[in-house]
C-alpha cells in the first residue's frame, strides 16, 4: 500500500514530463505526415499544375545617350499567406454526440444500481416465491438448480479473479526486468485488463507504454512490451482462461472454446463476456433435471 502510494505522487509530480513527450510525439508524426504529403503531390501532381514560384524579371536597360533613365517600378509586396484554423468544437457537444451513440446503453446501465439493490434485499423473498412454482421432486430440483446457479457465478468471479492476479504477477516480473517507471501500479492495471473480451490486448498494452514514454525512446523498449503483453494475453485467452475458469464452472476446455466462438459470434464483445456464465448456467440446469443430464455430463469436465 505504502508502494501505491508513492508511485501514485510520483506519477501526479511527472504529469507535465508525460504531456511534453507526447507533444513532442504528435508535432513529430505532424511533420512527417506532411513531408509526406508534399512528397506525394509533387510526384503525382504534373510540373505545369504545380504553384510555380519564378524569380521577378530584370527590367531591360532602355536607357539612352539622349534620354534620362526610367526609374525602375518597385515589386510588389510579397502576399503574407494565411492559414485559417477551425475552432475547436467545444467540450460539452463533443462531449453530447459522443454519448448520444450510446445512450441506450448507458440507460440500460443506470437500472444496474437498482437492481443489484433489490436483488440483494428481495434475494429471501423471491428464493421462496420461486419455489413454490413447483411441487414435490420439481421443487427439490429447483432448490438445487438455485444453489448450483449461485456456486457457478462465486467460481466465475474466483476464477477471473486469479487469472487477473496471476497474469498481474507475470507483468510485474517482466516490467520490473527492464525498470519500467511505476511497475508496481502498472503491472495490476495491465494484467486485469488482459482477460476483457476483443479489446483485452490494447488495454493492456496501453498503461506499460504510456509508462514508458519519458523515460525511454528505444524502439527495443517499446517492442519488448509488445511483444511480452501480447504473448501473456494470448497465453491467458488460450490456456489459461479455460483452465482457471472453465474447470471452477466444471465445463471442460473444448466446450469453453466452442462457447466463447458462439457466444461472441452472436452477440460480439457482450457475448465472448457472458459466454462463460451463459454456458455454465445451462450446465447447472441440466445437471437438476433427470431428461437433460446426458447433456450436463457432456459439458463438463
Known amino acids: 500500500g505504502l508502494g501505491l502510494y508513492l508511485q501514485s505522487q510520483q506519477i501526479a509530480d511527472d504529469l507535465p514530463a508525460y504531456g511534453a513527450r507526447i507533444n513532442e510525439m504528435v508535432d513529430s508524426v505532424a511533420t512527417r505526415m506532411e513531408g509526406i504529403e508534399n512528397g506525394i503531390y509533387r510526384s503525382l501532381v504534373p510540373r505545369r499544375f504545380q504553384p510555380q514560384t519564378d524569380a521577378p524579371a530584370e527590367p531591360a536597360d532602355t536607357s539612352t545617350r539622349g534620354k534620362k533613365k526610367k526609374a525602375e517600378p518597385l515589386p510588389p509586396p510579397a502576399v503574407q499567406e494565411v492559414h485559417i484554423q477551425q475552432e475547436p468544437t467545444p467540450l460539452f457537444a463533443y462531449a453530447y454526440t459522443y454519448l448520444a451513440e450510446y445512450y441506450s446503453v448507458l440507460l440500460m446501465a443506470s437500472f444496474v444500481p437498482f437492481l443489484v439493490y433489490f436483488l440483494l434485499s428481495w434475494r429471501d423473498h423471491i428464493r421462496s416465491r420461486y419455489l413454490l412454482l413447483f411441487d414435490g421432486e ?17 467460481a466465475y468471479v474466483i476464477g477471473n479473479f486469479m487469472l487477473g492476479l496471476l497474469l498481474s504477477v507475470a507483468s510485474a516480473l517482466l516490467f520490473a526486468s527492464v525498470k519500467l517507471p511505476y511497475w508496481m501500479i502498472i503491472a495490476p492495471v495491465s494484467g486485469f485488463l488482459s482477460p476483457i473480451p476483443y479489446i483485452g490486448l490494447p488495454l493492456a ?19 519488448f512490451l509488445t511483444v511480452s503483453v501480447a504473448l501473456l494475453h ?12 472453465g474447470a471452477r464452472v466444471h465445463l471442460n476446455p473444448l466446450v469453453v472454446t466452442v462457447a466463447l466462438m458462439f457466444w461472441g459470434m452472436l452477440w460480439g464483445a457482450l457475448g ?16 437438476h433435471v433427470a431428461t437433460l443430464q446426458p447433456y450436463g455430463r457432456l459439458l463438463g469436465d
Do not use: Q
Open 234 to 245: 494470448l497465453l491467458a485467452l488460450n490456456l489459461l482462461y479455460p483452465k482457471f475458469v
Open 138 to 154: 420439481n421443487r427439490e430440483a429447483a432448490a438445487a438448480t438455485w444453489h448450483g446457479l449461485g456456486d457457478m457465478v462465486r
Open 272 to 287: 465472448l463476456l457472458l459466454a462463460i456464465p451463459l454456458t455454465a448456467a445451462l450446465k447447472a440446469l441440466c445437471d
Open 205 to 223: 498494452l496501453l498503461p506499460p507504454v504510456l509508462a514508458a514514454l519519458p523515460a525511454s525512446k528505444e524502439p527495443a523498449m517499446y517492442l
